[in-house]
């Protein structure tokens, strides 16, 4: 009987390497402990489409009770056939404030929809590291567009720009804004994320786990950021992969001694494949 009979993993600089690439070692542990009967669960605060030729490498698209967990926690999908198993996005008001608030600084504004990714005043090294993940967009011109929102599901807002100063400063605007009642994460050295608060990628992956009859102590979680810490935190083993945040580390019960390079691997070659 296996021990953990789920790992979720975050992707950018954890699973996958500053290209955007996963390494053959990784692909073969997630392979063989999926075939052991385990689920892998991509956890990301990417979008769901963005995450679907990484699937088709690890075979996990067309599989059937394989699920991914995306926009930090507000998404839980079934790859084979997108069914959705779970949305929590963010009111109206919640959005235009967090817009209101993040457009007081020089950063690019992105808007996530189920369906689209919306960027306002898009910089040219965003661009460039969304190309690389084979992120598409559409820009916002004006600010008076965010009123589109009223009609669509917004799943987070999130603000860039790589000055860690600059979105420190956002988060304390934020936090004073709602009164802390808001979840406000960083992401990839330069990304700032908001969700509604209460949603996250830890409340998801337990929200997964009652669904397919897997307990937190069953569970890995292995990250990198501040977005991977409340999932760290819900599950029987929590890992960093080395090159984790200090925050990250700290919390760990394991940090690899490889980075994203292999850190997935490693893992699950230590505590899951036998």
């Not at 799943?155 to 956002?170: E, H, T």
């Amino acid at each position: 009987m296996m021990t953990y009979r789920l790992m979720t993993s975050d992707l950018d600089e954890t699973l996958l390497r500053a290209d955007g690439s996963v390494s053959e070692e990784n692909v073969r542990a997630i392979k063989t402990f999926v075939a052991a009967g385990g689920y892998f669960v991509p956890n990301t605060g990417r979008s769901f489409d963005s995450v679907v030729p990484l699937l088709r490498k690890l075979g996990l698209a067309t599989m059937s009770n394989q699920y991914t967990i995306t926009n930090n926690g507000a998404v839980i999908t079934q790859n084979v056939d997108r069914q959705l198993l779970m949305t929590r996005g963010m009111p109206y008001e919640e959005v235009a404030g967090v817009f209101s608030v993040m457009q007081q600084f020089d950063v690019a504004i992105h808007i996530y929809t189920l369906d689209q990714l919306y960027i306002y005043r898009p910089r040219s090294d965003d661009q460039a590291y969304l190309k690389t993940r084979g992120v598409q967009f559409a820009q916002l011109m004006k600010p008076g567009q965010v009123d589109q929102f009223m009609q669509q599901a917004v799943l987070k807002v999130i603000a860039m720009n790589p000055d860690i100063a600059v979105r420190q400063a956002i988060q304390q605007a934020l936090r004073t804004r709602f009164d802390g009642k808001i979840n406000c994460t960083f992401s990839s050295g330069m990304y700032i994320e908001t969700n509604h608060f209460g949603v996250d990628k830890g409340s998801a992956v337990l929200a997964l786990g009652r669904k397919l009859g897997v307990e937190p102590q069953e569970m890995i979680a292995i990250g990198d950021n501040s977005n991977d810490l409340a999932m760290l935190k819900a599950v029987g083993l929590p890992v960093s992969v080395s090159n984790g945040i200090p925050a990250i580390q700290q919390i760990a019960d394991y940090v690899t001694q490889a980075n994203f390079e292999t850190g997935v691997a490693e893992t699950l070659n230590r505590f899951a494949v036998k």
